[in-house]
């Protein structure tokens, strides 16, 4: 469930937060990709929305310049993520033309109804993986209130621009 997914990303964050001076470099890192998998959620925008808020906590728990370093280059790769139009539902006779010619109607519609809903799948996966990215870049950016590290205004532009671009 959600739920319980976004509970296990507060776990891991406080434990990270609280015990990061007692836990092993393996350990500390174990946490960091539990936090960093509910950013890469497919299936609940809530429990990425959730790891990108601990994920804010890590970098600020930790050496935060280093972790918002690292972590940077995978975001912004996310960001130039491309999102395929949307196939239209009904099929167009462009498709007719294309499929067998000893299929039947029937058979085309299924064959469209088919590759819409690859389509369907595609976006969502990838739509996902852009807002990982953007994500990730937000709770990099807020680690940092009261500076601006030097990588911080090209990472704004570029989650700026990231929506315009899919």
Request: with cysteine; hydrophobic share 45%.
């Amino acid at each position: 469930a959600v739920s319980t997914r976004c509970a296990a990303l507060n776990v891991a964050s406080t434990i990270y937060a609280r015990s990061r001076h007692s836990l092993t470099h393996e350990m500390l890192a174990a946490l960091e990709k539990i936090v960093l998998s509910g950013l890469a959620d497919k299936k609940s925008v809530e429990v990425q929305e959730k790891s990108a808020h601990q994920l804010n906590v890590i970098i600020l728990s930790s050496d935060g310049f280093e972790a918002a370093r690292r972590l940077l280059p995978q975001f912004l790769a996310q960001l130039r993520t491309k999102i395929p139009k949307a196939r239209a539902t009904i099929m167009p006779e462009s498709f007719v033309a294309e499929c067998d010619s000893n299929a039947s109607h029937e058979v085309c519609e299924t064959l469209w109804e088919a590759k819409v809903a690859k389509r369907v799948k595609t976006r969502a996966n990838r739509l996902a993986k852009l807002r990982q990215g953007q994500l990730g870049i937000s709770a990099c950016v807020s680690a940092f209130p009261y500076t601006i590290p030097d990588w911080v205004p090209d990472a704004l532009v570029e989650l700026a621009l990231s929506r315009s671009r899919g």
